[in-house]
């Protein structure tokens, strides 16, 4: 919106050429969206307490997260209103990527609006149930990767990408749309289960998002595609200014979700902002690096899955408590002790995946 009143400024005004430039509007697509949530943020979290929308705990976790009880959550309305807004204001609205990402975003952000409402305010513990919601998630995701795979332009957008190895390319075809599903549905989820502690999800979010506006960036970009040796898509790096937007209302969000927390995102939060990676991932064609970059979504996935198995399999639990994160708070850690050691090895993850750039 503003991109295109800035743009039909420049034919006259040489100054607001500078609104051309993909790396500016980023920028002002991070200030935008920062601004909006910590504006807001006060008054949202407000009306969340005043009507009473506050955190359940399970009652056999960590007892310190007792005190948590009547947090205000849904809080991830928030991040969403600041997302949107940004990228309405900054991004190219003409770009058919930066529409399909602010639809994954969107869309998954109400099946978990969805599910907080039936838990939080018509008290149902089960919420939308775990089947409902992921028929809904598979829904939303198949839009999504039917819209890329049928309005892709080259093979290349529907083709499996390794990094480090250049000459590998996999083209999936129809599996493309499988492959899709499988990541915005997975990477919604992994999120999800990662929100257990103040902040813990929110700055890898941040971080991941942030590695991703590059390869949205580098990507889009003729010449740097073609030194780097990753495809080139064209309008593909538009999405840099949803990726800045997620930074920005991530950073905002983390101004009230620090320990000790005044607000929690929610599924609303969770379920959004991790589709909104596997959207971006998908479209620059970086799968593989979205798994190595979002590892501690990974392993904390992975640390439920292994839990459930050993426990039908063998009767016996891995871990004292899964998520990967519970375990640790049981073993004694505090809280942002965990949050920030997780957040280090997620800050060391996406370097490795920001680094996969050259090493080809």
């Given at each position: 919106m503003l991109y295109e009143y800035f743009n039909w400024l420049s034919i006259d005004y040489s100054a607001f050429n500078v609104f051309r430039y993909l790396t500016f509007r980023a920028i002002c697509a991070v200030l935008t969206s920062l601004s909006i949530c910590v504006a807001i943020g006060?008054?949202?979290?407000?009306?969340?307490?005043?009507?009473?929308i506050g955190q359940t705990v399970r009652q056999d976790g960590p007892p310190t997260h007792f005190e948590k009880i009547g947090t205000p959550t849904m809080g991830g309305v928030l991040i969403l209103i600041s997302i949107f807004l940004s990228t309405i204001f900054w991004a190219d609205l003409g770009n058919r990527f930066?529409?399909?990402?602010?639809?994954?975003?969107m869309s998954f952000g109400l099946?978990?609006?969805v599910d907080d409402y039936r838990k939080l305010v018509d008290k149902n513990p089960r919420g939308i149930g775990a089947?409902?919601?992921?028929?809904?998630?598979?829904?939303?995701?198949?839009?999504?990767?039917?819209?890329?795979?049928?309005?892709?332009?080259d093979p290349i957008e529907t083709a499996l990408i390794f990094p480090v190895f250049k000459d590998i390319v996999i083209p999936l075809g129809f599996g493309y749309v499988l492959l899709t599903v499988f990541l915005l549905v997975g990477f919604s989820n992994a999120v999800n289960l990662t929100?257990?502690?103040?902040?813990?999800?929110?700055?890898?979010?941040?971080l991941v998002s942030g590695a991703l506006g590059v390869f949205a960036y580098l990507t889009g970009h003729a010449e740097f595609s073609v030194y780097l040796s990753i495809p080139s898509i064209p309008g593909a790096g538009?999405?840099?200014?949803?990726c800045s937007a997620i930074v920005g209302a991530g950073l905002g969000f983390l101004w009230f979700n620090t320990y000790p927390a005044q607000v929690f995102m929610g599924d609303i939060g969770s379920l959004a902002l991790g589709a909104a990676l596997g959207v971006v991932?998908?479209?620059?064609?970086?799968?593989?690096?979205?798994?190595?970059?979002?590892?501690?979504?990974?392993?904390?996935?992975a640390s439920v899955i292994l839990q459930v198995l050993s426990f039908k399999?063998?009767?016996?639990?891995?871990?004292?408590m899964a998520p990967l994160h519970h375990h640790f708070e049981l073993k004694g850690w505090p809280e942002p002790r965990v949050c920030v050691r997780f957040w280090i090895i997620s800050l060391m993850l996406v370097l490795i995946g920001l680094a996969t750039l050259k090493v080809r």
């Amino acid at each position: 919106m503003l991109y295109e009143y800035f743009n039909w400024l420049s034919i006259d005004y040489s100054a607001f050429n500078v609104f051309r430039y993909l790396t500016f509007r980023a920028i002002c697509a991070v200030l935008t969206s920062l601004s909006i949530c910590v504006a807001i943020g006060p008054y949202m979290i407000r009306k969340l307490s005043h009507y009473q929308i506050g955190q359940t705990v399970r009652q056999d976790g960590p007892p310190t997260h007792f005190e948590k009880i009547g947090t205000p959550t849904m809080g991830g309305v928030l991040i969403l209103i600041s997302i949107f807004l940004s990228t309405i204001f900054w991004a190219d609205l003409g770009n058919r990527f930066v529409w399909v990402s602010l639809f994954a975003c969107m869309s998954f952000g109400l099946i978990g609006w969805v599910d907080d409402y039936r838990k939080l305010v018509d008290k149902n513990p089960r919420g939308i149930g775990a089947a409902n919601k992921l028929i809904s998630q598979c829904v939303a995701g198949s839009i999504c990767a039917l819209f890329l795979y049928y309005t892709a332009v080259d093979p290349i957008e529907t083709a499996l990408i390794f990094p480090v190895f250049k000459d590998i390319v996999i083209p999936l075809g129809f599996g493309y749309v499988l492959l899709t599903v499988f990541l915005l549905v997975g990477f919604s989820n992994a999120v999800n289960l990662t929100d257990g502690l103040d902040g813990l999800a929110i700055l890898p979010t941040v971080l991941v998002s942030g590695a991703l506006g590059v390869f949205a960036y580098l990507t889009g970009h003729a010449e740097f595609s073609v030194y780097l040796s990753i495809p080139s898509i064209p309008g593909a790096g538009e999405v840099l200014i949803f990726c800045s937007a997620i930074v920005g209302a991530g950073l905002g969000f983390l101004w009230f979700n620090t320990y000790p927390a005044q607000v929690f995102m929610g599924d609303i939060g969770s379920l959004a902002l991790g589709a909104a990676l596997g959207v971006v991932a998908v479209i620059v064609r970086q799968e593989i690096v979205l798994l190595i970059m979002g590892g501690i979504f990974v392993i904390e996935t992975a640390s439920v899955i292994l839990q459930v198995l050993s426990f039908k399999l063998i009767g016996r639990r891995i871990f004292r408590m899964a998520p990967l994160h519970h375990h640790f708070e049981l073993k004694g850690w505090p809280e942002p002790r965990v949050c920030v050691r997780f957040w280090i090895i997620s800050l060391m993850l996406v370097l490795i995946g920001l680094a996969t750039l050259k090493v080809r």
